[in-house]
């Protein structure tokens, strides 16, 4: 078959054309002088009815188009659909192969990808779109093979380079932001002024040990404007234990109590002992009365010489609530916010991604929590509770200062004031002391100190330093002293709707070209969302909409330019990727019996369904070596009438 292309020198091209006008006039099959009818004819499939493939083989086109279009013609008339799309063409400027994907489509599989949906879902809302995989214009290959191109681009210079490029670039947007490589992520996360989980930040570290995680709380003091926390919770891990002690020697470090309640099950095997243990770790008890309780327990389970008891009691200032009553933890004593993290991430990560998509996949988590939290925030603000109470003042102002979250909690507290009794109160120069018990305990008295000058309120139950908010004691002597509102130094602020500026919940996005471009995408794709519903209605006004978009894709067309993108990284020296490790997890298993496996498709061992060894057919396939191909005679001819046809063309 010849095959006629434009040349870059003039006499090239008036030899071709000589060689065209002279194969034109021999073929029958592409006479271009025919009448209207004839081309009526070519519509009507008249061109491709009968055609053989050897006549299709002799038959020579004017350009690549029209090939096409005579392939489209010749495949709707059998049934079969045809694909076109980025063409590669040799030195000499003729196409030599063609692939599928728009750059529309493109642009899509970009939107998709960059929120997270797997190529997969992204192929079964496209081809739903278009009515079917055959109608969607190209193959999910084309697609993974864009998405890989994509990923390669991106990471040219290395994937740690191109994330750590990618994370600088985020900084100067946010400067307060911080599975391939089966790395540990560590996860900082705690609990905003709605009670929810917030995230604080990641961290992807070499190993497990002391220096990395020491490496890691200081990165992450410095990007939280070394402003140490006050509580830390972790699982228990030795090496976490030592590097919080170093860089946050100040902080209370809390186990978690899911952990310890495991660990006790696990190494106590009496019940009675595990309900001692229980009862350390929750009861509001003194340090004396708890240390009075170890010493008989010591005595009465024969604990004098378990390594194991010796070892939970030397770290008894981080798990027995007697040493923890009087901490500030914002509701925090489990990891549990943390595990919740990780059951989300699962949605975003998966194991084949590397370091690059970990940090992008993790941002878009992020971003997702931090819309929660602005959800929360403005119902906060815009609506006001219904006041239940008889102290409807103090109720009124603390559903104005604090979130509903917390307010919910108040409200529970000044309810709480109908159970609590005046036994005797006293007074020393400007401090009132207010001597209380409460209903169904009497003799159990709590004292309450408040200086009316100072605006200073301190109770003994110690509740206002453990949760933040005035406990029902506190509220009594509002009442007893008639405060219209809640005294100042009371209003922890992390509690309350102001705890972070409006512009904090703005979302901080690094809007560069390709951001940009992903962007104006998905605005015009929501907005065509009527335009479809309408088109969509009767088949006139579906031509009268195709031909609208037509027209204004032909105009913007000539208002585009195209310009190649660069992806650079800034640093300068280079962050190598760090080495992929072994995982954990169960071993491969193996066939104890020694057969080997056998392939799925031709039963024969040696190789699976998915590695077939291959060889060349004389076709130009790829073919598998003891297994059947599927196709009969006549699909083979028309197979290699279509590759022949994509050579030339």
């Known amino acids: 078959m010849d095959a006629v292309h434009n040349h870059g020198g003039e006499g090239k091209n008036n030899e071709e054309n000589g060689r065209y006008d002279e194969a034109v006039a021999e073929d029958p099959l592409n006479d271009t002088t025919g009448s209207e009818t004839e081309s009526q004819t070519c519509l009507d499939f008249g061109d491709v009815e009968g055609v053989t493939v050897e006549d299709i083989m002799q038959k020579t086109f004017r350009t690549d188009d029209d090939a096409y279009e005579f392939y489209k013609n010749f495949g709707r008339y059998h049934g079969f659909g045809v694909r076109k799309g980025d063409s590669r063409r040799d030195d000499d400027g003729n196409v030599r192969r063609r692939r599928s994907l728009t750059e529309g489509a493109k642009a899509q599989i970009d939107g998709f990808r960059e929120c997270g949906i797997s190529t997969a879902k ?23 093979n864009y998405i890989d191109k994509q990923r390669r681009e991106q990471i040219v210079d290395g994937d740690a380079e191109s994330a750590i490029a990618y994370l600088e670039g985020k ?30 930040g990641f961290g992807l570290v070499l190993d497990e040990t002391i220096a990395s995680y020491t490496w890691l709380l200081k990165s992450l003091l410095e990007v939280m404007c070394q402003k140490m926390p006050s509580v830390v919770v972790t699982d228990g891990d030795e090496a976490m234990r030592e590097a919080v002690r170093v860089v946050f020697p100040r902080a209370t470090h809390r186990l978690c109590g899911w952990h310890f309640e495991k660990n006790v099950t696990s190494n106590v095997k009496d019940a009675a002992l595990r309900a001692r243990f229980n009862r350390w770790l929750y009861a509001d008890i003194a340090v004396n009365e708890f240390l009075t309780e170890w010493s008989q327990a010591v005595e009465e389970f024969s604990l004098q010489d378990s390594l194991w008891a010796n070892q939970v009691f030397g770290k008894k200032e981080m798990w027995a609530n007697a040493y923890l009553r009087d901490k500030f933890c914002a509701g925090i004593r489990t990891t549990s916010r943390c595990e919740g993290i990780n059951s989300v991430a699962k ?53 104005s200062v604090y979130t509903h979250a917390i307010f919910g909690d108040v409200r529970n507290e000044i309810v709480g004031v109908a159970s609590v009794n005046l036994v005797r109160l006293q007074r020393s120069l400007t401090t009132k002391i207010y001597t209380m018990d409460e209903y169904g305990q009497p003799g159990r008295e709590i004292v309450v100190l408040y200086d009316k000058n100072m605006g200073r309120m301190k109770c003994g139950c110690n509740f206002w330093n453990k949760y933040g908010y005035p406990c029902k004691h506190m509220f009594f002597v509002m009442k007893h002293e008639h405060l219209p ?33 992903l962007l104006h995408h998905g605005a015009l794709h929501s907005a065509c969302h009527w335009l479809f519903f309408l088109g ?16 204004l894709c032909a105009h913007l067309e000539g208002y585009v330019a195209t310009e190649d993108n660069v992806f ?15 995982t954990k997890g169960a071993p491969k298993s193996r066939n104890c019996r020694g057969r080997k496996r056998r392939c799925t498709e031709c039963r024969n061992p040696g190789h699976t369904k998915r590695r077939y060894p291959r060889k060349k057919t004389s076709h130009g396939m790829e073919m598998e070596d003891g297994c059947t191909t599927g196709f009969d005679s006549d699909a083979l001819e028309e197979i290699k009438m279509f590759n022949h046809m994509e050579e030339v063309s």
């Not at 400067?175 to 705690?190: A, D, E, H, Q, T």
């Not at 194991?351 to 992020?366: A, D, R």
């Open 171 to 200: 900084a100067e947007a946010d400067p307060m932001l911080m599975k391939k490589y089966n790395r540990p992520l560590v996860i900082f996360s705690g609990s905003n002024n709605h009670k929810q989980t917030t995230i604080f």
């Open 485 to 517: 509102n809640i005294p100042n130094r009371l209003v922890l602020k992390r509690w309350t709707k102001n705890a972070k500026a409006l512009e904090a919940y703005e979302e901080k996005i690094d809007v560069g070209a390709d951001q940009a471009c």
């Open 568 to 582: 650079s990284t800034k640093g300068d020296g280079v962050i190598r990727d760090p080495v992929a490790v072994r």
């Open 122 to 144: 992204t192929m079964r809302y496209m081809a739903g779109l278009a009515g079917g995989y055959s109608l969607v214009g190209f193959l999910k290959k084309d697609a993974y």
């Open 536 to 551: 969509s209605q009767k088949y006139d006004l579906f031509q009268m909409a195709m031909k609208g978009i037509r027209n």
């Open 347 to 399: 949605n975003f990560l998966q194991s084949k991604h590397g370091m690059l998509e970990l940090v992008q996949n993790l941002e878009l988590m992020v971003r997702d929590y931090r819309n929660n939290e602005l959800l929360v925030q403005f119902r906060s603000i815009d609506s006001v509770p219904v006041m239940t109470t008889s102290l409807e003042s103090l109720e009124r102002c603390a559903a």
